[in-house]
């Protein structure tokens, strides 16, 4: 999360989530939803994608939300997707997992919601 998002943004990234069209339909085309497939969602909090790398070697984290925020963004998300979603697994926030998955691609989209 930003220092400047709120569960606005939190239930427009679920809309996005649950609506983006990245799975293959019988072309072969990315055209099918998490929904349209019967997938699950896997919700992990990662704080290093905020990471700033243009001034030196060490990435910054400053333009992260601050861990209170991102700990209720998170919390808000996963609650919201459970009542959207049938299949809704999730991490616990700020704790170190070890998180295994398959990237089928490889593809990795970053989602951006105002």
Do not use: W
Request: with cysteine.
């Amino acid at each position: 999360a930003q220092p400047t998002d709120s569960e606005v943004q939190a239930d427009k990234l679920l809309d996005k989530l649950l609506k983006l069209r990245i799975f293959s339909d019988d072309a072969g085309k990315m055209n099918r939803s998490v929904q349209d497939v019967q997938g699950g969602l896997l919700i992990v909090s990662q704080f290093t994608l905020a990471a700033d790398t243009t001034g030196g070697n060490r990435p910054s984290f400053t333009g992260a939300a601050p861990a209170a925020l991102g700990q209720r963004l998170y919390d808000h998300l996963v609650a919201q997707a459970c009542t959207r979603h049938p299949q809704v697994a999730s991490g616990r926030y700020g704790a170190d997992m070890q998180v295994a998955l398959v990237n089928d691609g490889p593809v990795t989209i970053p989602l951006r919601v105002d």
